[in-house]
Structure formats: structure tokens, C-alpha cells
């Protein structure tokens, strides 16, 4: 029997766990179509552990952790984030889902629903109507997932991957929407 993820914010203790979590699951999911170089500069700049307790302590973040059990370490993530919001971005009180991974050993087990199910309850609880997201146009899994969950494409904007500029697609949905 498949356990229900349990979701809950994450903790400045969290942080290196977190961290951990946020390099190796980057890496998994664009490391093998990308260099080396641009993913271990794009991991050092955004994932270390300075980076996101700074990050944690912002009140515009908001992360997410996804366990399977709750004394095993955190299996995904999401960070919701206010303050930016994509010029395409048509929506009423927008909320960025700035991030969402699921370790490898993990997929298959609801943990993404989870926790995009736990986002779009976040969203609703601070009065936003719309959730928003940017996805690597060659990210076809990615793009699949979000539109199972009623996103759609809005537009886009480059993304730097260390050196390599690249397309991302700008998604929404509204948080009210039927998925």
C-alpha cells in the first residue's frame, strides 16, 4: 500500500536537508540535456544553504516539504513565491509556483499532486486567484503534469541556465479552476 504524502512549510532546520534535496533533484531533471558547467553554477547560485535560509526567511517564499514517512528526509518540495509576477501573466492576485521536484525515488507515489494539491490550498488560503508558472519548453513531463492540473500557456520568458539562455513557458491557472 502507497503511503499519503504528508506535506508541511519548511523550517530554517530544514535547510540543509532542503538544500540537498533542491541540488540533487535540479540535477536529475535537466542534468542530462544541459552542461555541467551551466547546472553546477545554477546549483551553487540558487541552492546553497545560505541561499535558501535567506530565502526561507523572506516573506514572499513560501517552501513546502513533501515526506513520505515522517522520520525519513523530505522526498519534494514546492516554493510558492508573491512579489514577481510574468508579464503575461493574465490572472486576478497571481501566486508564482516558483518550483516544484520530486526525487527520482519518489515519483510514482502521489507525492506531485501532493504537493501541487497543497499549493493551490495555499493559494486559496491567502486570497490568490491565480497560480502561475514558468516550465523549460523541453520539459514535456513537466509540461504533461501541468496540464493534467488545468494550466495552460500564457507566454513566455528566458530563463539563464548558468551561460545558456533558454525558453521557459509561462503557465496559469486559475486556483478555482477545475482541473
Same mark, same amino acid.
Given at each position: 500500500?502507497?503511503?499519503?504524502?504528508?506535506?508541511?512549510?519548511?523550517?530554517?532546520?530544514?535547510?540543509?536537508?532542503?538544500?540537498?534535496?533542491?541540488?540533487?533533484?535540479?540535477?536529475?531533471?535537466?542534468?542530462?540535456?544541459?552542461?555541467?558547467?551551466?547546472?553546477?553554477?545554477?546549483?551553487?547560485?540558487?541552492?546553497?544553504?545560505?541561499?535558501?535560509?535567506?530565502?526561507?526567511?523572506?516573506?514572499?517564499?513560501?517552501?513546502?516539504?513533501?515526506?513520505?514517512?515522517?522520520?525519513?528526509?523530505?522526498?519534494?518540495?514546492? /516554493?510558492?513565491?508573491?512579489?514577481?509576477?510574468?508579464?503575461?501573466?493574465?490572472?486576478?492576485?497571481?501566486?508564482?509556483?516558483?518550483?516544484?521536484?520530486?526525487?527520482?525515488?519518489?515519483?510514482?507515489?502521489?507525492?506531485?499532486?501532493?504537493?501541487?494539491?497543497?499549493?493551490?490550498?495555499?493559494?486559496?488560503?491567502?486570497?490568490?486567484?491565480?497560480?502561475?508558472?514558468?516550465?523549460?519548453?523541453?520539459?514535456?513531463?513537466?509540461?504533461?503534469?501541468? /496540464?493534467?492540473?488545468?494550466?495552460?500557456?500564457?507566454?513566455?520568458?528566458?530563463?539563464?541556465?548558468?551561460?545558456?539562455?533558454?525558453?521557459?513557458?509561462?503557465?496559469?491557472?486559475?486556483?478555482?479552476?477545475?482541473?
Amino acid at each position: 500500500m502507497i503511503e499519503q504524502p504528508h506535506i508541511r512549510p519548511a523550517r530554517t532546520g530544514d535547510v540543509g536537508q532542503l538544500s540537498a534535496l533542491a541540488a540533487r533533484t535540479f540535477k536529475d531533471a535537466f542534468g542530462s540535456e544541459n552542461a555541467d558547467d551551466d547546472i553546477q553554477s545554477y546549483i551553487r547560485e540558487s541552492f546553497s544553504a545560505e541561499r535558501l535560509c535567506t530565502e526561507l526567511g523572506n516573506p514572499d517564499n513560501l517552501f513546502l516539504l513533501a515526506f513520505l514517512a515522517e522520520a525519513d528526509p523530505p522526498v519534494g518540495y514546492a /516554493k510558492l513565491r508573491t512579489g514577481t509576477t510574468d508579464a503575461s501573466v493574465r490572472g486576478a492576485c497571481p501566486l508564482e509556483l516558483h518550483r516544484i521536484y520530486v526525487d527520482r525515488s519518489a515519483i510514482g507515489r502521489g507525492v506531485g499532486a501532493a504537493l501541487m494539491q497543497a499549493s493551490f490550498d495555499t493559494a486559496r488560503r491567502g486570497g490568490h486567484e491565480t497560480l502561475w508558472l514558468g516550465v523549460w519548453e523541453r520539459n514535456e513531463q513537466a509540461i504533461s503534469f501541468y /496540464k493534467r492540473w488545468g494550466f495552460e500557456v500564457v507566454g513566455d520568458h528566458v530563463f539563464r541556465l548558468g551561460s545558456d539562455d533558454q525558453r521557459d513557458l509561462i503557465m496559469e491557472r486559475p486556483v478555482n479552476g477545475a482541473a
